[in-house]
């Protein structure tokens, strides 16, 4: 079991290395070629003088596929360690105060794509809850049971939004419509697909799908 994990822990290393190499190399353009040939007829591709990726990587990582939400019947909970947990439908979120910014997943697979994000601040979601002041981690839950973490005061230092438009587009299934979680500066395995549960937590050392299996918290 240890070599399994120190195996995992070796390879993510040389994933994270190969991507910030491919990050070296394509700073002329923006643009990687994983992605370049994966543009929406709808998608923008070039935003403020700067090229954008296609919203859809070169190949599903999911653990069960892409996942399609009858966005009838959906309904986003912020639950754990809040004051009033809270039920919000696709349109209540869309009437928050909206954000576009300018990100880039870089994948522990060694591409990268820079997009333009549009979306809610996750802090304006987790204050409709109120989180209780022992709260200190935000673990977000998906609709094909994933689920990863991140740190309360890293969600509001850099002011990470829950996205649903890619490049001026809606979000695509593929790209977890209706949300993703933008976790800017960190990995792509941060960032949660089709999320149906944000949850406030005092557990730091929660690991999610991939950090059980070796990847870093």
């Not at 909206?98 to 870089?106: F, G, R, S």
């Not at 204050?127 to 094909?144: K, M, P, Q, W, Y």
């Not at 890293?154 to 419509?177: C, E, F, H, Q, R």
Request: charged residues 20%.
């Amino acid at each position: 079991m240890k070599k399994n994990v120190c195996l995992i822990t070796l390879l993510f290393f040389a994933f994270s290395l190969a991507s910030c190499t491919s990050n070296d190399k394509q700073t002329k353009d923006g643009i990687s070629g994983a992605t370049i040939s994966r543009y929406s007829e709808l998608e923008i591709n070039e935003y403020n003088g700067i090229k954008l990726d296609p919203s859809v990587g070169p190949r599903d990582n999911s653990i069960k596929g892409i996942q399609k939400v009858e966005i009838s019947n959906y309904v986003l909970k912020v639950t754990g360690l809040v004051k009033n947990s809270v039920s919000l439908t696709y349109k209540d979120v869309l009437m928050l105060p909206a954000y576009e910014k300018l990100i880039t997943l870089n994948c522990v697979e060694g591409w990268h794509a820079t997009i333009l994000w549009k979306g809610v601040l996750l802090s304006d979601i987790i204050g409709l809850a109120e989180a209780d002041r022992n709260a200190n981690t935000v673990i977000f839950h998906s609709i094909d049971s994933y689920t990863t973490a991140l740190p309360l005061q890293v969600i509001l230092d850099k002011k990470m939004i829950l996205a649903y438009s890619s490049n001026k587009i809606t979000l695509p299934p593929a790209l977890g419509y209706p949300f993703i979680v933008v976790a800017e500066d960190r990995a792509g395995y941060k960032w949660a697909r089709w999320v149906t549960e944000i949850e406030l937590s005092k557990n730091a050392n929660y690991k999610g799908y991939w950090e059980q299996r070796g990847y870093p918290n």
